[in-house]
């Protein structure tokens, strides 16, 4: 079992900055690709950003250029740095991780872009 923990939602202003981070615990080892999803009210979940052990990145289009995500592979840490935020990427954002066959997720954290 995979355990993960988001952190760093919130309420921030349009045009501001928000980075989340999320925590993994438990059988970490062979973790592949992570990534981050949201959902927004009445919406499907989607996918955001993911990156793969070698490193390799994908975005989606509405956040490329303006979100940046990472891996500390020895903090077992991920993270999604979002910058120029807009309103339409008000969700609750989930962390996911692939192990083997397995998928895992994050309880969610909230991000509220709003004046």
């Known amino acids: 079992q995979v355990q993960l923990v988001e952190s760093g939602g919130g309420l921030v202003q349009p045009g501001g900055s928000l980075r989340l981070s999320c925590a993994a615990s438990?059988?970490?080892?062979?973790?592949?690709?992570m990534g981050w999803y949201r959902q927004a009210p009445g919406k499907q979940r989607e996918l955001v950003a993911h990156?793969?052990?070698?490193?390799?990145?994908t975005y989606a289009d509405s956040v490329s250029g303006r979100f940046t995500i990472s891996r500390d592979n020895a903090k077992n840490t991920m993270y999604l740095q979002m910058n120029s935020l807009k309103p339409e990427d008000t969700a609750v954002y989930y962390c996911?991780?692939?192990?083997?066959?397995?998928?895992?997720w994050g309880q969610g954290t909230q991000v509220t872009v709003s004046s």
């Open positions: 990156i793969t052990s070698g490193g390799r990145i």
């Open positions: 438990g059988s970490i080892f062979s973790i592949s690709t």
């Open positions: 996911h991780a692939l192990r083997g066959y397995s998928g895992y």
